[in-house]
């Protein structure tokens, strides 16, 4: 593989919790996670709700301040970026977020909200000019340039999702985030959205990174998944692979629960192994953070912290593989 | 649909051709498109007190701007032939112990305290909004501090500024609109605050962050305008309240001196008469209490019209 | 006869921009000891016809035609003689006594001020006239039906005190207090993640099962449908799709919609490219004049657009409302 553009390196992002005063314990949200993006690829991130997966694209698009470890963008640290720097790169990356109801200023026009990237950015030199890209936008995601004038709610989920998608575009960026992108939408317009953003994607070489729950639906779109628990990566490896062989007791656990919708599949599966619920992460156990819940749990477990290990032609932290 | 009315039509292979693609719209919206203030407007006009307060108002306004420009008596005019008289067709509210017309007296008194109100309105939406917007985005140790100047002025009642500010610049109409400013500008602040410390964590907010936008296009583009309902209800309310301490100041007599004349002035010389007069009281008091009624229907309406969810 | 007969149901909200019909002539019956899944997107007004049912509709919605029928009497609120007060009383005495509800969100059904115990026993005491201490001991036996550890210790605990898992299994044990005949359950795994998801539908089939009762599932997943529903209705625009069982719907589907919506989820079984529906679902205060489906439809034909499809019965249990079908038979 060539340079990646992006380049993760034991990423750390930790909250305070609780008051000003006094000793508190730290969340820790994402807990050394380091993993890398190519050109024209995507990375499908996988997890349960609280796994870090969403701190973690919020903290490469500096939503959030990294605790530790570095973030490199086409080879440059980005950690610390700031002014015309920071500009540059947010022209470069973009993100686009959960809930289509709520990312859209309703205050705005479909218009307005499209134009205001190129405007902060002086992309274009008039009004004019300005508009006939977003039409070309609009068009790109499946809508209608008359649309321009309508404000936000009056749009469905889906349609809504697709501007959005639309006002990440208008900065011709390299990479973007997508922050659970369709947990909001209906099964038809799910497929929808996926199949535009790898339309896009073969149109304009971008990189995603692509974070959601439903494993299902990244393996369409992902080249390689990384599977997340509490903070930590705990799988990562090729899509297709990943899905018809976890290593992973969690991602076997993940995979095994999602339902099939196909009957007779689901008649013929076994209970899932998998038992209690996610620990608090204010207090995560010693060593492996799932042996909690894992039926293949040991001594050795409790003590060591398993690290990212290649098995396989992927890499996995578990010590059943060595 | 039952089987019957199938059997009676004719039915022919062309009722079956594939339909043209251009005939499907998947994408249409049914919805007309209404700017958020047209959509206001249309639930504000179903108020039927609100909108008869703001009628109400707008003839307060246009009297008070033209009453005393076009009448043959000023506010000040003496006149010791006609004193104490009760309202005829020279005068309409009669006239006062100096013979003043008490009519043009009262919509001279409407300028003063109708400018009262939405000056200290207006001058306290632009400080409370900005202070309480950087206070809510920047947050941390700023919010800390600046929150805890509002507590400080807060903490002290807003009759002891009036007094204060008056005391050192006189009594006159600017030191009262800057006293009722010092002590009512922090109820904005707060309010702006909140709202924008809840809708900083939005998406929209974070989106227009990640597109690089600037801290003062992100505070005042997105956050502030998706705050300017509950802003626009608090300035409703805020011009009634700014009108009543102005009344009160000059009805116990540290406001606004003779011969100026606003509702507060006039009650108070009034009062003297109350016993042998009783009519001439009524006049800068009906026009209060009418001014504050309607200010407060329309505040009322506007919260409304503007949050529907709210009822 | 079945437990629950709802024909040709019609319910209408009042909104600023005009009248929303948000459920169309909608009919379906239940049988006792069956799970019906009712599947369809947001705006289908899958939830909606089950709040008609219930009389649980938004003060500005309401059900302007057809009857329901549970256990053979009739509760549609029309068909009752003194109005809309007599309607409620008699809900009052089914909802949570013989028709039981669980919500999507377990956080929004709690209160957060009343501890387990209190809400619990709440139904006990209003539907089954037990003293509180039988109460107590029926509401213990409850918990530890849906698999909560030491259920004694746990009564005194408040909602926020419990994972989201944990909430969600207190509200099927507060759903399964009276024994209900019927359980409606809106998307009660939407809010919770895989993993939890799993272990809930395991929880309500074993349940199911045990206690005989008939439950609704109101989703959107197919897989969640084809995990544990016996029978499947498809909703969509406000009108039935297509019906049948599972393995007619998943291995037979007929109506172009159903076919679209499997050609969307993922089956790794099958490991097929997504085919997305295009377009998005019709707005309701103008639905289409003929079938709802025509605007995203690939098969659309000229009669789609003028007239809605009638019913065709393909099996004894299987229907389908698209003109496809309704062609062979018209044409003969």
Not at chain 1, 70 to 76: A, L, N, P, R, V
Not at chain 2, 166 to 172: E, K, P, R, V, Y
Not at chain 3, 26 to 44: D, N, P, Q, Y
Not at chain 3, 216 to 226: N, S
Request: glycine share 8%; charged share 20%; net charge neutral.
């Amino acid at each position: 593989m060539s340079e990646p553009i992006l380049q993760v390196e034991h990423l750390k992002t930790y909250f305070a919790t609780g008051g000003r005063f006094g000793k508190h314990p730290v969340v820790k949200a994402v807990n050394d996670v380091s993993f890398s993006i190519g050109h024209h690829e995507t990375l499908g991130l996988v997890g349960e709700s609280g796994c870090g997966k969403s701190t973690l694209g919020r903290t490469i698009v500096k939503i959030n301040q990294p605790t530790g470890g570095k973030i490199y963008f086409e080879g440059k640290d980005i950690t610390s970026l700031k002014g015309k720097e920071l500009k540059d790169f947010r022209r470069d990356v973009q993100m686009i977020f959960q809930d289509p109801y709520a990312s859209l200023n309703s205050r705005m026009t479909v218009g307005e909200i499209i134009r205001e990237p190129m405007e902060i950015h002086g992309l274009y030199g008039s009004t004019k000019e300005r508009d006939e890209k977003v039409c070309q936008l609009l068009e790109t995601v499946g809508l209608k340039p008359d649309h321009i004038r309508r404000y936000p709610h009056e749009f469905s989920g889906g349609q809504r999702q697709r501007i959005c998608i639309s006002r990440a575009l208008a900065l011709n960026p390299k990479f973007i985030i997508c922050d659970e992108p369709i947990s909001a939408l209906d099964v038809s317009i799910q497929a929808q959205i996926i199949n535009l953003l790898q339309k896009i994607q073969e149109d304009t070489g971008i990189s995603y990174l692509f974070i959601a729950h439903d494993l299902g639906a990244v393996k369409h779109i992902s080249h390689r998944i990384g599977v997340m628990y509490l903070g930590s990566l705990v799988e990562l490896g090729d899509s297709d692979e990943l899905y018809h062989n976890p290593k992973h007791p969690y991602t076997q656990a993940l995979l095994q629960s999602i339902p099939i919708p196909d009957p007779k599949v689901e008649r013929a599966k076994k209970p899932v192994e998998i038992s209690g619920e996610l620990p608090s992460p204010l207090n995560l156990p010693s060593g492996c953070a799932f042996r909690t819940r894992c039926p293949h749990a040991c001594e050795r477990c409790a003590k060591e912290t398993p690290q990212l290990r290649d098995v396989d032609g992927r890499q996995v932290a578990c010590f059943l593989y060595k | 649909m039952n089987n019957l009315e199938l059997k009676d039509m004719e039915w022919t292979e062309d009722l079956f051709e594939p339909l043209d693609s251009s005939e499907q719209n998947s994408e249409f919206i049914a919805m007309e498109s209404k700017t958020f203030l047209q959509d206001s407007w249309n639930r504000f006009k179903k108020n039927k007190l609100a909108l008869v307060g703001l009628v109400f108002l707008v003839l307060m306004i246009l009297m008070a701007i033209f009453v005393p420009m076009f009448s043959k008596y000023s506010y000040d005019q003496m006149d010791m032939t006609a004193l104490n008289q009760l309202p005829s067709a020279q005068h309409w509210f009669g006239t006062d112990k100096f013979g003043r017309d008490i009519f043009v007296r009262v919509m001279y008194g409407a300028r003063i305290s109708l400018a009262v109100g939405f000056s200290a309105a207006i001058i306290c939406l632009f400080i409370g909004v900005v202070y309480g917007g950087i206070s809510g985005y920047v947050g941390g140790k700023v919010d800390m501090v600046m929150m805890r100047i509002v507590d400080i002025i807060y903490a002290i009642p807003s009759l002891l500024y009036v007094i204060f500010i008056m005391l050192i610049f006189g009594s006159n109409v600017w030191s009262i609109l800057m006293g009722i400013c010092v002590s009512s500008w922090v109820g904005m602040a707060r309010l702006v605050r909140s709202q924008v410390l809840s809708l900083k964590e939005q998406e929209f907010a974070l989106a227009a962050y990640v597109l690089g936008a600037s801290t003062s296009r992100i505070l005042f583009k997105h956050l502030i305008l998706n705050c300017i309902g509950a802003i626009i209800v608090n300035v409703t309310l805020m011009v009634p309240s700014a009108i009543f301490t102005e009344a009160f100041l000059s009805f116990v007599g540290i406001g606004i001196s003779a011969p100026a004349s606003s509702w507060g002035t006039l009650a108070n010389e009034a009062r003297g008469l109350i016993e042998s007069n009783p009519i001439q009281i009524i006049w800068p008091v009906g026009a209060i209490c009418l001014t504050m009624l309607s200010l407060n229907f329309i505040g009322d309406g506007v919260g409304e019209a503007l949050d529907p969810k709210k009822k | 006869m079945s437990l629950l007969e709802v024909n040709h149901l019609t319910t209408q909200f009042t909104t600023e921009q005009g009248q929303v019909q948000a459920v169309r002539d909608v009919s379906f019956s239940l049988e006792k000891g069956e799970i019906l899944g009712i599947v369809g997107e947001s705006g289908s007004g899958k939830s909606q016809a089950m709040y008609s049912v219930m009389g649980l509709l938004a003060s500005n919605g309401r059900v302007t035609e057809g009857s329901i029928r549970f256990n053979g009497t009739e509760i549609a609120p029309q068909h009752f003689a003194g109005g809309m007060k007599e309607y409620e009383a008699h809900m009052r005495k089914i909802r949570g006594n013989e028709i039981s509800m669980i919500f999507q969100d377990p956080m929004s059904f709690l209160n957060p001020v009343l501890n387990i115990e209190t809400q619990l026993v709440e139904p006990l005491l209003n539907h089954q006239h037990l003293s509180r201490q039988e109460a107590r001991q029926k509401a213990i036996e409850l918990l530890t039906k849906v698999g909560i550890p030491s259920p004694e210790a746990r009564l005194k605990q408040y909602p926020h005190e419990f994972s989201g898992g944990m909430r969600q299994r207190i509200i099927i044990a507060i759903a399964l207090a009276c024994n209900p005949k019927l359980i409606i359950a809106d998307e009660p795994t939407t809010a919770l993640d895989v993993t939890i998801q799993a272990k809930i539908l395991q929880l309500i089939k074993s349940l199911q099962e045990q206690m005989d009762s008939s439950v609704i599932l109101i989703t959107h997943d197919l897989g969640v449908v084809a995990n544990i529903c016996h029978r499947v209705i498809i909703l969509y625009g406000g009108k039935i799709m297509e019906s049948g069982t599972i393995d007619e719907i998943f291995y037979d589907p007929r109506h172009p919609y159903t076919i679209g919506l499997l050609g969307c989820v993922n089956n790794p079984e099958k490991d097929q490219e997504l085919h997305p529906i295009p377009g998005s679902p019709p707005d309701l205060l103008q639905p289409p004049a003929g079938c709802p489906f025509v605007d995203r439809c690939e098969k659309a034909m000229k009669i789609c657009k003028r007239m809605p499809p009638p019913v065709s019965t393909l099996s004894p249990t299987h229907s389908c409302s698209c003109w496809l079908e309704a062609k062979k038979e018209v044409l003969k």
